[in-house]
């Protein structure tokens, strides 16, 4: 299955280059300008775009989101992408990495869950933070840092 993962970075950076509202600071205008030219390239060159269930969730899950945002997350981002479920190879393999290590197992395990979707489904994950994924290394887990700014 060719194409790419997006981490909830990358989405939230989007969503946040679609707002209305003027960025609070120029990391995040430069980091949404960079996530809108991202997901433009990818869907102009006809690359399939995925998500894991776990990055929805992970946008969702902020007390204070408004009925807006939750809108514009379920009504745009199925516009151009896919989203993979958490099935029993994920799952298997969530558990695996979270086993070895201590940080998937106790505060990251939305990544955990995310890197596991990369690899069982053979994608390149997408992410502004690549810290969140370097707790387990994994020979099919890669990690692509498309952007990233610079002080």
């Not at 776990?54 to 946008?59: G, Q, S, V």
């Not at 053979?122 to 502004?128: C, K, W």
């Not at 690549?130 to 610079?150: A, R, S, T």
Request: net charge neutral; aromatic share 10%; hydrophobic share 35%.
């Amino acid at each position: 299955m060719p194409g790419v993962l997006l981490d909830t970075t990358i989405l939230v950076d989007w969503l946040r280059g679609r707002r209305r509202s003027r960025p609070k600071s120029e990391e995040h205008a430069y980091n949404s300008r960079q996530a809108i030219q991202l997901i433009d390239y990818l869907i102009d060159k006809e690359i399939k775009i995925f998500m894991s269930c776990h990055t929805l969730k992970e946008l969702l899950q902020y007390p204070n989101i408004s009925k807006e945002e939750e809108h514009r997350i379920n009504s745009m981002l199925p516009q151009f992408c896919k989203m993979l479920v958490t099935d029993d190879g994920v799952a298997a393999a969530a558990g695996l990495l979270s086993r070895q290590s201590v940080e998937y197992r106790e505060y990251h395990i939305e990544d955990c869950y995310i890197a596991a979707t990369a690899i069982i489904y053979n994608l390149p994950l997408y992410t502004r933070n690549e810290g969140d994924f370097k707790y387990v290394p994994h020979e099919k887990l890669k990690v692509v840092v498309p952007y990233q700014f610079k002080t």
